[in-house]
């Protein structure tokens, strides 16, 4: 693993965080003393990095509805029940099921033949056996003024996108947003496919999902960069080219999942829940360490070390561990769905999803008033800050439908660290998390979850009216179109009623 933060700096800094706590309220005076034993567990050796290594390497790529999210699934129950927290599937549906098998791809024209590799996006439709052959024309990075220029050509054709390379977390987000309206335009004029050109450096192959979902109809690539910018050299000079793209999926209709749960019954307060999620689920190129099985394990070992210390606060602490995130935050929406009329006590929700890169605040969703009490709860840790929080509302993790339900809601904000270039990406494997970051997260994530069992303050939920009123102060209605969550919220299927 890459050499983050010495033992020695993660003990002083852990010392310092302990060191920095400041006293609080008289009526939560047990709380400090309690938070600050939790986060002390974390200076000695716990399971926390063999159990990565056994989730990535063992288990591997979770696609769900694949053999190795079914593995993973009772995993992740093993490990929480050994560790002595109660724990338990919840089952929830999957609206489809897709998985590749195996996908390739053949660029030809007079004197040209070559195969580069290619991944099938998420939802892509397979071809018929042989494959499916069409013209391979370059639509640019695919604006409306680059589709206007290709007119009627485009029909029938696969449209090949060109792509910057992606270097941050912020270009993961721009790649959404623009993916989503190439494809409308794709689709409107009624192309025969879509290739996108890799964005990641080193050839790296990775998924990203068809916009619209199950209800796409063509098939939809990623092809390795190098091959891409050949081909678009290739038809900048003149050549005709055609694709062949072979795509064997496996497909299905609706189907069941689980969430895995694991739990601290409250003392005094059982009745009112604090989530912290992360989701098992991951794409199957890499083995998923980054996204997401670091912040998987992380939320195993704040379970674990909270019940070895015998720790109970006064409300319910739920661990969550999501299935089906990468496929529309499906398993977050399911729980939702099941826990509806208990939302109304869910404190609440929280989370992790942004791999093994420092903790430096939350997204705090729209909601002015939860700054002060993240800053409340992360006060054991304090000395692991500055902590700077972003009260903006967020789409694109399982905060999202606690959000749609009114739920104060966060999502760790974190240093992209090797995250984007390794996103959904054959290389999102375990050497590139730090290991002694992650220990560091832990801390902070217990902290912050005890916090809330524990303070005495609660925000109120919020209605329909006033989540709409955040989507009309913000661009929260743009990201959810841009994640293909947006229709199911208008019509009523989505968030609260």
Same mark, same amino acid.
């Given at each position: 693993?890459?050499?983050?933060?010495?033992?020695?700096?993660?003990?002083?800094?852990?010392?310092?965080?302990?060191?920095?706590?400041?006293?609080?309220?008289?009526?939560?005076? #047990?709380?400090?003393?309690?938070?600050?034993?939790?986060?002390?567990?974390?200076?000695?050796?716990?399971?926390?990095?063999?159990?990565?290594?056994?989730?990535?390497?063992?288990?591997?790529?979770?696609?769900?509805?694949?053999?190795?999210?079914?593995?993973?699934?009772?995993?992740?129950?093993?490990?929480?029940?050994? #560790?002595?927290?109660?724990?338990?599937?919840?089952?929830?549906?999957?609206?489809?099921?897709?998985?590749?098998?195996?996908?390739?791809?053949?660029?030809?024209?007079?004197?040209?033949?070559?195969?580069?590799?290619?991944?099938?996006?998420?939802?892509?439709?397979?071809?018929?056996?042989?494959?499916?052959?069409?013209?391979?024309?370059?639509?640019?990075?695919?604006?409306?003024?680059?589709?206007?220029?290709?007119?009627?050509?485009?029909?029938?054709?696969?449209?090949?996108?060109?792509?910057?390379?992606?270097?941050?977390?912020?270009?993961?987000?721009?790649?959404?947003?623009?993916?989503?309206?190439?494809?409308?335009?794709?689709?409107?004029?009624?192309?025969?496919?879509?290739?996108?050109?890799?964005?990641?450096?080193?050839?790296?192959?990775?998924?990203?999902?068809?916009?619209?979902?199950?209800?796409?109809?063509?098939?939809?690539?990623?092809?390795?960069?190098?091959?891409?910018?050949?081909?678009?050299?290739?038809?900048?000079?003149?050549?005709?080219?055609?694709?062949?793209?072979?795509?064997?999926?496996?497909?299905?209709?609706?189907?069941?999942?689980?969430?895995?749960?694991?739990?601290?019954?409250?003392?005094?307060?059982?009745?009112?829940?604090?989530?912290?999620?992360?989701?098992?689920?991951?794409?199957?190129?890499?083995?998923?360490?980054?996204?997401?099985?670091?912040?998987?394990?992380?939320?195993?070992?704040?379970?674990?070390?909270?019940?070895?210390?015998?720790?109970?606060?006064?409300?319910?602490?739920?661990?969550?561990?999501?299935?089906?995130?990468? $496929?529309?935050?499906?398993?977050?929406?399911?729980?939702?769905?099941?826990?509806?009329?208990?939302?109304?006590?869910?404190?609440?929700?929280?989370?992790?999803?942004?791999?093994?890169?420092?903790?430096?605040?939350?997204?705090?969703?729209?909601?002015?008033?939860?700054?002060?009490?993240?800053?409340?709860?992360?006060?054991?840790?304090?000395?692991?800050?500055?902590?700077?929080?972003?009260?903006?509302?967020?789409?694109?993790?399982?905060?999202?439908?606690?959000?749609?339900?009114?739920?104060?809601?966060?999502? #760790?904000?974190?240093?992209?660290?090797?995250?984007?270039?390794?996103?959904?990406?054959?290389?999102?494997?375990?050497?590139?998390?730090?290991?002694?970051?992650?220990?560091?997260?832990?801390?902070?994530?217990?902290?912050?979850?005890?916090?809330?069992? $524990?303070?005495?303050?609660?925000?109120?939920?919020?209605?329909?009216?006033?989540?709409?009123?955040?989507?009309?102060?913000?661009?929260?209605?743009?990201?959810?179109?841009?994640?293909?969550?947006?229709?199911?919220?208008?019509?009523?299927?989505?968030?609260?009623?």
């Amino acid at each position: 693993m890459p050499v983050g933060t010495s033992p020695l700096r993660l003990s002083s800094l852990l010392c310092i965080a302990l060191l920095a706590a400041p006293a609080l309220a008289q009526s939560e005076a #047990a709380a400090p003393t309690e938070a600050s034993r939790l986060v002390a567990t974390f200076l000695g050796e716990t399971p926390l990095l063999s159990d990565l290594q056994s989730l990535t390497d063992e288990v591997g790529g979770r696609a769900t509805g694949s053999p190795a999210n079914l593995r993973s699934v009772e995993w992740a129950l093993a490990r929480l029940r050994e #560790a002595g927290v109660e724990a338990r599937k919840e089952s929830f549906q999957m609206p489809a099921l897709w998985l590749e098998r195996s996908a390739r791809a053949t660029v030809q024209g007079e004197r040209v033949s070559y195969t580069p590799r290619v991944a099938a996006m998420p939802f892509s439709t397979a071809t018929p056996r042989g494959g499916k052959t069409a013209p391979l024309l370059a639509v640019g990075r695919g604006t409306e003024k680059d589709f206007q220029a290709l007119g009627d050509k485009a029909r029938g054709a696969f449209l090949l996108v060109e792509t910057e390379e992606l270097k941050d977390v912020d270009g993961l987000f721009r790649e959404y947003s623009e993916s989503a309206a190439i494809e409308q335009r794709a689709f409107a004029v009624g192309v025969a496919g879509v290739v996108y050109m890799g964005s990641r450096p080193n050839n790296l192959l990775y998924r990203h999902n068809v916009s619209v979902g199950p209800r796409n109809t063509r098939p939809m690539l990623v092809m390795e960069r190098d091959g891409a910018l050949r081909a678009v050299r290739l038809l900048r000079v003149g050549k005709a080219l055609s694709l062949t793209a072979e795509l064997d999926i496996q497909s299905g209709p609706a189907y069941e999942s689980h969430n895995v749960i694991g739990e601290i019954r409250g003392a005094t307060r059982p009745e009112e829940v604090v989530v912290v999620g992360a989701h098992l689920d991951s794409w199957d190129l890499g083995t998923g360490a980054l996204d997401n099985g670091a912040n998987v394990v992380l939320l195993i070992d704040v379970a674990r070390q909270m019940r070895r210390l015998g720790l109970q606060p006064a409300r319910t602490v739920r661990f969550a561990l999501w299935n089906g995130e990468e $496929q529309g935050m499906q398993g977050s929406w399911g729980y939702t769905k099941r826990h509806e009329a208990a939302l109304e006590h869910h404190v609440m929700a929280t989370s992790l999803d942004i791999g093994c890169g420092r903790i430096t605040g939350f997204f705090t969703g729209g909601r002015p008033e939860l700054p002060a009490l993240v800053d409340r709860a992360l006060a054991p840790v304090k000395g692991l800050g500055p902590f700077t929080h972003v009260d903006a509302p967020v789409v694109g993790t399982d905060n999202f439908d606690f959000m749609m339900h009114g739920v104060p809601n966060l999502i #760790a904000n974190q240093e992209p660290a090797l995250y984007g270039p390794n996103y959904h990406a054959r290389s999102d494997e375990l050497d590139k998390c730090d290991a002694q970051q992650l220990r560091l997260n832990a801390a902070i994530v217990a902290a912050l979850a005890y916090g809330f069992a $524990q303070m005495e303050p609660k925000l109120p939920r919020q209605s329909r009216a006033q989540v709409e009123a955040l989507m009309r102060a913000t661009d929260l209605a743009q990201q959810m179109k841009s994640f293909n969550v947006y229709e199911d919220w208008a019509s009523g299927k989505r968030g609260r009623k």
